[in-house]
Structures are given as structure tokens and as C-alpha cells.
């Protein structure tokens, strides 16, 4: 009787793994929208899940520490401070039946990043961080929420979902990575594709030192007008004014975004 002959070959072959537990077809270049698209999904419905409707988004150097020079530790102290007043108040803590709006979203860093997720968690909020994959620095820190941590490889997709559930934007001082999302929320304003949200720079010594917005505008780079699409705090207390005085509601998203 002739032997049957052997299909081996056939199922070691990497064409016949199934494509969903096939990682060298999934991380190849064909399948980078698909990638993106989970990228997009798993968080999406991470948020869903704990009810999170709109975030107040915290930006800063994930060099800072409260052991480091007086002005970080100062940086440092009023973005813990600012996580803490904003997640009280703005309506992270108590919810509103299964929605949580203005929650804390950060780049789930160290930094400025640790200090906002860690003063929502010194109050009792969740708090969002949105991790990415880099050679140095970007590990999780350890005060956001578990279920809320989330790891990117694309740079897009993370600021996606920064930007579409924001409430508005606070940007203690930085560096590139800071500078890189502030004018790309600034451009998203000015552009009109996101809506009117308050931005707010804390310190203004710092940042109208490194930028100077009025020559600008002097150049007609940008209008007038565009000055007016960010303001200046000191203190965690003064930036959570300006975010009232700029239309923020508490316990309330500020209106419908328009699509990313």
C-alpha cells in the first residue's frame, strides 16, 4: 500500500497561519491601516466602557520632576495641584450615572504627564494616559488608571484621541514633543477643525520668552484674531478659571466635535 504522503510542509508554511495570529502579515506594510484601526478600536472602546464623553488634556516636559530645579518642582506642583482641582470639580470624580467628562488625559508619561494623572488619583478620578513607544522616557507612570492605559505606535493615531474627546488643552512648559502638539491644536483651532476649546499656556514668562506670537502676527503669519485662541495661567487655581471663562461647563462636554 502506497504511504499517504505527508502535508508537513503545508501547514508550516507561514501562508497558512490564520491571518489574525499571523504577526509578520500583521505588521507588514499592507496591513498598516489595519493597524491603525486598532489602534483606533481598542481604546475607543476602552473609553466607552468607563463612560469617559470629554477629557481635559495635559501637556508638559516629561523631564520634570519635584526633586529638580525650583521652577520644575513649581511646574511640577501645580500640574499635580491642577489634575486634582479639575477632576473635583470638572466632574471625573463623581460621574454623571455612567458619564465622566472632563476627565484627565495626559501622554501617560513622567513629567508634568505623571504629575496631572497623579493629582487625579490623589482625588480619586480616573485619569487617562495615552503611552506611545519610544526609545527613552515613555513608560506608563504609575497613576493612571489601569484599564485607561493605553500603548500607540503611531504618533497620528495618539493624537487622535487626544484631541477628539477634549474639553481643552493645558500646556505647562516643554520641549519638541510638547511644542509639536500645542500648534497642532492650535492649527486644529484655527483651521475650525476642532471646536472653540480653551487652550491654556501656564506660565507666561516661560513660554512668551521662547515664543514670540506678536511677530507673528506682525509678519501676518496669523491673524489678529489668533492671538486670542490661547491664554495665560499661573496657577492650577488661575487655569481652572480661565477654562470657566472660557465656556467650559462642569459635569458637561462643550459641544459636538466635528470628525477627525
Same mark, same amino acid.
Given at each position: 500500500?502506497?504511504?499517504?504522503? /505527508?502535508?508537513?510542509? %503545508?501547514?508550516?508554511?507561514?501562508?497558512?497561519?490564520?491571518?489574525?495570529?499571523?504577526?509578520?502579515?500583521?505588521?507588514?506594510?499592507?496591513?498598516?491601516?489595519?493597524?491603525?484601526?486598532?489602534?483606533? &478600536? +481598542?481604546?475607543?472602546?476602552?473609553? +466607552?466602557?468607563?463612560? #469617559?464623553?470629554?477629557?481635559?488634556? @495635559?501637556?508638559? /516636559?516629561?523631564?520634570?520632576?519635584?526633586?529638580?530645579?525650583?521652577?520644575?518642582?513649581? !511646574?511640577?506642583?501645580?500640574?499635580?495641584?491642577?489634575?486634582?482641582?479639575?477632576?473635583?470639580? &470638572?466632574?471625573?470624580?463623581?460621574?454623571?450615572?455612567?458619564?465622566?467628562?472632563? #476627565?484627565?488625559?495626559?501622554?501617560?508619561?513622567?513629567?508634568?504627564?505623571?504629575?496631572?494623572?497623579?493629582?487625579?488619583?490623589?482625588? &480619586?478620578?480616573?485619569? $487617562?494616559?495615552?503611552? $506611545?513607544?519610544?526609545?527613552?522616557?515613555?513608560?506608563?507612570?504609575?497613576?493612571?488608571?489601569?484599564?485607561?492605559?493605553?500603548?500607540?505606535?503611531?504618533?497620528?493615531?495618539r493624537k487622535m484621541h487626544l484631541a477628539m474627546r477634549a474639553n481643552a488643552l493645558i @500646556? =505647562?512648559?516643554?520641549? =519638541?514633543?510638547?511644542?509639536?502638539?500645542?500648534?497642532?491644536?492650535?492649527?486644529?483651532? %484655527?483651521?475650525? +477643525?476642532?471646536?472653540?476649546?480653551?487652550? $491654556?499656556?501656564?506660565?507666561?514668562?516661560?513660554?512668551?520668552?521662547?515664543?514670540?506670537?506678536? @511677530?507673528?502676527?506682525?509678519?501676518?503669519?496669523? /491673524?489678529?484674531?489668533?492671538?486670542?485662541?490661547?491664554?495665560?495661567?499661573?496657577?492650577?487655581?488661575?487655569? !481652572?478659571?480661565?477654562?470657566?471663562?472660557?465656556?467650559? #461647563?462642569? &459635569?458637561?462636554?462643550?459641544?459636538? +466635535?466635528?470628525?477627525?
Open positions: 500500500m502506497t504511504e499517504a504522503p /505527508s502535508n508537513h510542509l %503545508q501547514r508550516a508554511s507561514p501562508s497558512y497561519r490564520l491571518p489574525a495570529l499571523d504577526q509578520d502579515f500583521l505588521l507588514g506594510d499592507s496591513m498598516r491601516g489595519v493597524r491603525f484601526q486598532l489602534e483606533f &478600536g +481598542k481604546a475607543e472602546l476602552a473609553l +466607552k466602557a468607563w463612560g #469617559v464623553r470629554s477629557t481635559l488634556v @495635559v501637556f508638559g /516636559s516629561a523631564r520634570v520632576n519635584e526633586t529638580g530645579p525650583a521652577n520644575h518642582r513649581h !511646574w511640577y506642583a501645580q500640574a499635580r495641584r491642577f489634575g486634582a482641582l479639575a477632576s473635583l470639580e &470638572g466632574g471625573a470624580v463623581r460621574g454623571d450615572g455612567d458619564v465622566r467628562d472632563n #476627565v484627565i488625559a495626559t501622554g501617560g508619561g513622567p513629567g508634568i504627564m505623571a504629575a496631572a494623572n497623579r493629582g487625579a488619583a490623589e482625588a &480619586g478620578a480616573p485619569s $487617562i494616559g495615552f503611552n $506611545i513607544t519610544l526609545p527613552s522616557e515613555q513608560e506608563p507612570n504609575p497613576w493612571t488608571t489601569p484599564d485607561l492605559t493605553f500603548r500607540f505606535h503611531y504618533f497620528a493615531m @500646556v =505647562f512648559p516643554g520641549g =519638541f514633543g510638547t511644542l509639536d502638539e500645542l500648534f497642532e491644536i492650535l492649527t486644529l483651532r %484655527q483651521t475650525g +477643525k476642532a471646536p472653540p476649546i480653551p487652550v $491654556i499656556l501656564f506660565d507666561r514668562a516661560f513660554w512668551t520668552s521662547l515664543i514670540s506670537f506678536e @511677530v507673528l502676527e506682525a509678519q501676518g503669519f496669523i /491673524s489678529p484674531a489668533d492671538l486670542g485662541l490661547f491664554t495665560f495661567a499661573e496657577t492650577a487655581e488661575d487655569a !481652572w478659571r480661565a477654562l470657566l471663562d472660557g465656556g467650559l #461647563v462642569p &459635569g458637561r462636554p462643550l459641544g459636538p +466635535k466635528p470628525a477627525l
